[in-house]
């Protein structure tokens, strides 16, 4: 029904930055949601940054202040722009998205791997 294909990712230095993108493809379907989540390695996969389609968003506490989420909703696209990157946001990034309708998902891209060194 969607296709979340993922971009951006790779290995930068503490301090620095990054953007993911992901567009999402497909047919008949109307996103109410989009946001991005994260696995580093040995722990479980957490929210990172989600937004609505009115426009809302949430962060997690760890990268607030630090990473900006946004959407264009006519492209059917979300950012995530990484700023002032630490070692512990080491991770696979995920995009995901939720429909409006009877299958609301979520639905997953095949993640981008971003790590961040010392």
């Known amino acids: 029904q969607v296709q979340l294909v993922e971009s951006g990712g790779g290995l930068v230095q503490a301090g620095g930055s990054l953007r993911l993108s992901c567009a999402a493809s497909g047919s008949g379907f109307v996103i109410s949601a989009m946001g991005w989540y994260r696995q580093p390695p040995g722990e479980q996969r957490e929210l990172v940054a989600r937004?609505?389609?009115?426009?809302?968003?949430n962060y997690a506490d760890s990268v607030k202040g630090r990473f900006t989420i946004s959407r264009d909703n006519a492209e059917n696209m979300v950012y995530l722009q990484m700023s002032s990157l630490k070692p512990e946001d080491t991770a696979v990034y995920y995009c995901y998205a939720e429909l409006w309708g009877p299958r609301p998902g979520p639905y997953w891209g095949q993640g981008t791997q971003v790590t961040v060194s010392s």
């Open positions: 937004t609505t389609s009115g426009g809302r968003t």
